[in-house]
T-cell receptor, first 121, second 112 residues
Framework: DTGVSQDPRHKITKRGQNVTFRCDPISEHNRLYWYRQTLGQGPEFLTYFQNEAQLEKSRLLSDRFSAERPKGSFSTLEIQRTEQGDSAMYLCASSSLEPGQGTTTAKNIQYFGAGTRLSVL | QKEVEQNSGPLSVPEGAIASLNCTYSDRVSQSFFWYRQYSGKSPELIMSIYSNGDKEDGRFTAQLNKASQYVSLLIRDSQPSDSATYLC????????????FGSGTRLQVQP
């Protein structure tokens, strides 16, 4: 399977526990994104990596959230001291410049993984 | 605050009809527009992308963009029950940011 892979698919945890999710992007995609989606809403941006550098962080990303992308390959998203309000689907997406496009005209198509559904009890 | 607005629906159309989904956005400084389809409990799947004013057709799908009026629409011809899903409109603002801003989605129901 050459798509975006996320693990685990489901996570149930108790309030106050720490959780970590993993995302493996499409191979050779240098951009990786994390989004959060709650019921009835569209995905909300959390953070973005280009290679190993974290270039954007949303104000939604409180200090309990941390994301890494060591070596510019897979990424992890950790939530410390989980709260019930953290219950959501956490989506990872990856993208790359289209062949032949410069940075100013890149189409930046984002492809999503299946997501990790987090339930905080 | 840049926003993307969609009617939540549900939009109900009979099988074989044309489904018209609309999306408005708040800022003229926008570059790229995307339509994603999301089945219940699944991840968003890209349907169409459009970057310049006018129409873009791909099979049964046509995306229409009008930057002056700040709206983008998706037409689905010959709607099938398998098209029943939530359709998400997404915008990438022309501010150097890479993130997408999504609307809350329109739920489409195609009645057999």
């Amino acid at each position: 399977d050459t798509g975006v892979s996320q693990d685990p698919r489901h996570k149930i945890t108790k309030r106050g526990q720490n959780v970590t999710f993993r995302c493996d992007p499409i191979s050779e995609h240098n951009r990786l994104y994390w989004y959060r989606q709650t019921l009835g809403q569209g995905p909300e941006f959390l953070t973005y990596f280009q290679n190993e550098a974290q270039l954007e962080k949303s104000r939604l990303l409180s200090d309990r959230f941390s994301a890494e992308r060591p070596k510019g390959s897979f990424s992890t998203l950790e939530i410390q001291r989980t709260e019930q309000g953290d219950s959501a689907m956490y989506l990872c997406a990856s993208s790359s410049l289209e062949p032949g496009q410069g940075t100013t005209t890149a189409k930046n198509i984002q492809y999503f993984g299946a997501g990790t559904r987090l339930s905080v009890l | 605050q840049k926003e993307v607005e969609q009617n939540s629906g549900p939009l109900s159309v009979p099988e074989g009809a044309i489904a018209s989904l609309n999306c408005t956005y708040s800022d003229r400084v926008s570059q790229s527009f995307f339509w994603y389809r999301q089945y219940s409990g699944k991840s968003p799947e890209l349907i169409m992308s459009i970057y310049s004013n006018g129409d873009k057709e791909d099979g049964r799908f046509t995306a229409q963009l009008n930057k002056a009026s700040q709206y983008v629409s998706l037409l689905i011809r010959d709607s099938q029950p398998s098209d029943s899903a939530t359709y998400l409109c997404a915008v990438r603002w022309d501010t150097g940011r890479r993130a997408l801003t999504f609307g809350s989605g329109t739920r489409l129901q195609v009645q057999p």
